[in-house]
């Protein structure tokens, strides 16, 4: 239950994130960007944070049962992690620096994936419930 309550949890997360945070990005000036992204970041670090650390976490204790499921879940919440430390965290940066529409656009657009994979996880965490 704390796997599906974790990823539930960063499903909900990304998805406001994704249909409401990132969007009004594009409606930040370029003079207020570096201000804007860095608070931003820092904000959103102590929610997300913990939320994503737990879910592996969790998702690496399940497989000390390796079903197809458990393995399934802990690379929807590996893929996750990987991707949000080694594509987007570095996407903000270069963003916060420097925003241009096209970059903003690039950002909303390819964090869908982040979005689907946390989505796909609370599918298996349920099936694993």
Do not use: K
């Amino acid at each position: 239950m704390a796997n599906l309550t974790v990823a539930a949890a960063l499903a909900g997360l990304i998805a406001t994130i994704q249909l409401v945070q990132y969007p009004l990005f594009a409606l930040v000036g370029a003079h207020e960007w570096p201000h804007y992204g860095a608070e931003h970041r820092r904000r959103i670090t102590w929610l997300a944070g913990p939320l994503m650390l737990a879910n592996v976490v969790l998702a690496v204790a399940l497989l000390a049962d390796s079903s197809a499921l458990h393995v399934l879940n802990a690379c929807f919440a590996g893929g996750a992690f990987a991707l949000t430390g080694l594509v987007f965290a570095p996407m903000h940066g270069r963003i916060e620096n420097r925003a241009s529409e096209s970059a903003v656009r690039l950002f909303v657009r390819t964090n869908w994936l982040r979005t689907a994979m946390w989505s796909a996880q609370v599918v298996v965490a349920i099936a694993i419930v």
